[in-house]
């Protein structure tokens, strides 16, 4: 199977797939899944003292705007639920004023990449890139009954990651959390979640997973932070748990 690989915000085609060199290769070998990788359309500069973390320049986000993921540092977790953090999140950086038009024309560029490469059949997108290709999922439901054709998304691989996002009334954004919205515009193919109990982004993360089949969707919990995991036993897990999912497909 054939995946799109789709960067965080401060990320590129190029420094991602060198960030997931160890992992591409391993499945690679192993046969699992073939690669193409992708980027967002607008120039982004990361904060001062992180130039050499995000990789060389140009970087890029997918979304033209600043206040999607904000600082979720400093928000403290809802009680007994990721969900209610990311709606203290939505308050507090005002992700509702993002416009759906930004957040659209990112997906729409996406969907083209995927157009113009028939083989694609599976999504790999980290952090803001997961955010974009989990929207991308729900889309893809619609589009597909709109158009009366086959679904082009057969899977996705996540790591970290954001719950989708869907236009909300006067053309702004909101995310899609569910414990507010019904199995129609749940995530219901089959999906990997690989994640670390020390993410600053944690609740994101389970709030994408907690989006999808729970008969289909498997989380991998690392325990490290952010970053991309690239230490050689991870990798494998990862491996291991990649195969099961295209085994679902």
């Given amino acids: 199977m054939k995946f799109l690989c789709l960067p965080g915000t401060f990320g590129s085609a190029v420094n991602f797939e060198t960030q997931l060199q160890p992992l591409v290769f391993r499945l690679k070998e192993h046969g699992i899944a073939q690669f193409s990788f992708t980027q967002g359309q607008h120039k982004a500069t990361p904060p001062p003292g992180f130039e050499r973390y995000f ?4 970087n890029y986000r997918f979304v033209g705007f600043d206040g999607l993921h904000g600082n979720i540092r400093n928000l403290t977790v ?23 038009a930004n957040v659209q024309d990112a997906v729409n560029y996406v969907f083209e990449t995927m157009e113009a490469d028939q083989d694609i059949q599976g999504l790999l997108a980290y952090s803001e890139g997961a955010m974009i290709a989990a929207t991308m999922v729900l889309q893809d439901t619609q589009r597909a ?5 086959p679904r082009r998304i057969k899977c996705a691989i996540f790591l970290s990651g954001w719950p989708p996002l869907c ?4 053309g702004g954004t909101s995310l899609v959390l ?4 019904t199995k129609d515009m749940m995530i219901d193919i089959p999906t990997l979640h690989v994640l670390g109990c020390n993410d600053p982004y944690l609740a994101g993360a389970v709030s994408l997973y907690n989006m999808c089949d729970e008969d289909t969707a498997e989380l991998l919990d690392h325990g490290m932070g952010h970053a991309i995991p690239r230490d050689a036993d991870t990798v494998e897990l990862i491996c291991d748990a990649a195969r099961r999912l295209v085994d679902k497909v």
């Fill in 55 to 58: 990789g060389v320049a140009p």
């Fill in 78 to 100: 809802g009680e007994g639920y990721h969900e209610d953090t990311m709606r203290r999140h939505v308050r507090t950086n005002k992700v509702d004023r993002c416009p759906w």
């Fill in 145 to 149: 009954v709109r158009d009366s054709r």
């Fill in 167 to 170: 236009e909300r009334e006067g």
């Fill in 178 to 181: 569910a414990d507010e919205t």
